[in-house]
């Protein structure tokens, strides 16, 4: 994990994960379950830049699934942006996921994490996965040191912003009307969660974000924004992207799936001229380069496809 990441996350929940979880040999934690059971934690950077970047996510593989309060307890004590859980269910994987301090439906890098955990313990494979938000797959393919992994979100949908969403997601920010793209319409967005997407005339302006952390989550908590999707269309297909996510306690995200299967799939309620598939550059402002790839179909609210890299840590 960044020093950038690391400080944003340890500011915003005042403690030091290594004071409450112990090392247990390269790129694992552990923590204790009712005092007894030791859980396993793997440490896995999703959507990495080659050997650098990513964003980091725990990943817990279990017999059962903890109890709820013992998932939200080990992914405050990670300090990640996301903890994956998952346990056998059948023939699928039964899967929740913990920011350090709410669950979430569904988070697109930490699915990646997951993927790379199961292709790695099970073998390359596409893994069935059960969610709260319903049933997707995830896939890993081990290639060295790194394992190249896809996710199939849930169903999207996508709708314009009102007024008033609009007026006080710039206030948070600090931006002017004039400063969006007019092309892509403040919009909300859902892949398995809510997102706000706003996207921006200048990559400039997007470089510079700021916001005040405890007037953006009560803004996101309010509204039902798991994300903030901050962006700029350099092109057609290539966009770089920011992604506040002050509502499970994280200033910022490098990586986000989740958010882009939404920004993708609003990419075609529009119509914008995508040609099957964008490339998100996410990460770079915060010194933690992400790379990820949204392949888009044609039918109107299909699965997307998000894919990338994934690195242990």
């Not at 990943?59 to 004590?77: F, S, Y």
């Not at 798991?226 to 996510?245: D, K, S």
């Not at 910022?252 to 939404?262: I, L, N, Q, R």
């Amino acid at each position: 994990m960044s020093n950038c990441v690391a400080r944003r996350v340890d500011t915003v929940h005042g403690r030091s994960r290594r004071s409450v979880m112990a090392r247990r040999g390269r790129g694992a934690l552990r923590s204790r379950l009712d005092g007894r059971v030791l859980v396993h934690v793997q440490r896995i950077a999703a959507f990495s830049n080659g050997d650098t970047g990513g964003n980091p996510a725990g990943v817990v593989i279990a017999d059962q699934l903890p109890a709820p309060h013992d998932m939200q307890r080990i992914a405050r004590e990670v300090g990640f942006s996301e903890t994956a859980f998952a346990s056998r269910a059948g023939d699928r994987w039964r899967v929740r996921y913990f920011s350090p301090e709410a669950e979430v439906p569904f988070c697109g890098h930490a699915t990646i994490a997951l993927g790379a955990a199961l292709a790695t313990r099970e073998g390359d494979g596409v893994f069935a996965l059960q969610l709260d938000a319903g049933e997707i797959s995830v896939e890993g393919r081990r290639d060295g040191a790194r394992v190249a992994a896809a996710l199939q979100s849930p169903p999207t949908r996508s709708g314009p912003a009102s007024p008033g969403q609009v007026a006080a997601a710039l206030d948070l920010f600090g931006w002017a009307a004039s400063d969006l793209d007019e092309r892509i319409a403040p919009a909300c967005a859902h892949a398995g969660a809510d997102h706000f997407v706003l996207m921006l005339k200048d990559r400039a302006t997007l470089a510079a974000m700021r916001y005040d952390f405890a007037r953006g989550q009560a803004l996101m908590r309010e509204q039902g924004w798991v994300t903030i999707l901050l962006g700029h269309a350099e092109t057609p297909q290539r966009f770089h992207t920011r992604n506040p996510f002050a509502y499970g306690g994280v200033y910022e995200d490098p990586a986000t799936g989740a958010s882009t299967a939404a920004l993708a799939g609003h990419l075609r309620d529009i119509g914008w001229p995508h040609g099957g598939h964008i490339d998100v550059h996410q990460g770079d402002d915060m010194g933690v380069p992400s790379r990820l790839r949204a392949e888009i179909t044609a039918s109107p609210g299909a699965s997307i496809r998000v894919s990338g890299t994934a690195r242990f840590m």
